[in-house]
């Protein structure tokens, strides 16, 4: 089975500044996806980003891009230009590559907590 | 709808009783999965639908949980003898994807959750 790991319990930065958060996976797969969500206080998951591990050039998003490291199974995002806005709780999430009947369910991390001071 | 409708938004329970959680999915999402929050910790899944039947269920806790999808639309979750451990925030999330179709990685549309509190 999958684990995901957030060793980060809470993270702050001030705004415009630069913040990344960790996660690191376990898997016995070698293809799989890796997400980062978003969980604002209004409970509603969204995505941030998303990565395929047979992709070799991290993806980015705006101000979102991520650092994936396959060999030592580590999938950190950074966020450039921190806003007020992005005060959330972010998790990270893995899904395997080939699903049984399109099954995609996602394995979270227990999610960092995102502060960003005015 | 435009988005995942969850209801209700927050519902209080007393220990033992009988509780249902509704999810009306993206109108056209064949794809549908419950998920559990407990306090502190990231979602875990529970049960996938494709269409109207259960595909997986590996991740329900035990048979006081159900969940049905009678017309592969709206879902219900239902809990039977709620117990205050089945406290927790319950996502749902629907998805185009099609049966037999394994390719790309389609995105989940998560809904805002119904919080239950079992007293």
């Known amino acids: 089975a999958q684990t995901v790991t957030q060793s980060q319990p809470e993270m702050s930065v001030q705004e415009a500044e630069t913040v990344t958060l960790s996660c690191t996976y376990d898997?016995?797969?070698?293809?799989?996806?890796l997400f980062w969500y978003k969980q604002p206080p209004s409970r509603q998951m969204i995505l941030v980003i998303r990565?395929?591990?047979?992709?070799?050039q991290n993806a980015t998003e705006n101000r979102f891009s991520v650092n994936f490291q396959k060999a030592a199974k580590s999938f950190s995002l950074k966020i450039s230009d921190s806003q007020l806005g992005d005060a959330a709780m972010y998790f990270c999430?893995?899904?395997?590559?080939?699903?049984?009947?399109?099954?995609?369910?996602?394995?979270f991390g227990t999610g960092t907590r995102l502060t960003i001071i005015p | 709808g435009a988005g995942v409708s969850q209801t209700p938004s927050n519902k209080v329970t007393e220990k033992g009783k009988y509780v249902e959680l509704r999810c009306d999915p993206i109108?056209?999402?064949?794809?549908l999965y419950w998920y559990r929050q407990s306090l502190g910790q990231g979602p875990e899944f529970l049960i996938y639908?494709?269409?109207?039947?259960?595909?997986?269920d590996s991740g329900l806790p035990n048979d006081r949980f159900f969940a049905v999808r009678p017309e592969g639309s709206v879902s219900t979750l239902k809990i039977q003898r709620t117990e205050r451990g089945d406290s927790a925030v319950y996502l749902c999330?629907?998805?185009?994807?099609?049966?037999?179709?394994?390719?790309?990685?389609?995105?989940?549309?998560f809904g805002a959750g119904s919080r239950l509190t079992v007293l």
């Open positions: 999430a893995y899904r395997t590559l080939i699903s049984n009947f399109g099954n995609e369910k996602l394995t």
């Open positions: 999330a629907s998805s185009l994807m099609k049966r037999g179709d394994p390719s790309g990685a389609n995105v989940l549309t």
């Open positions: 898997t016995s797969e070698s293809d799989y996806y």
């Open positions: 639908f494709q269409g109207t039947g259960a595909a997986d």
């Open positions: 990565q395929e591990a047979y992709k070799q």
């Open positions: 109108s056209g999402h064949t794809a």
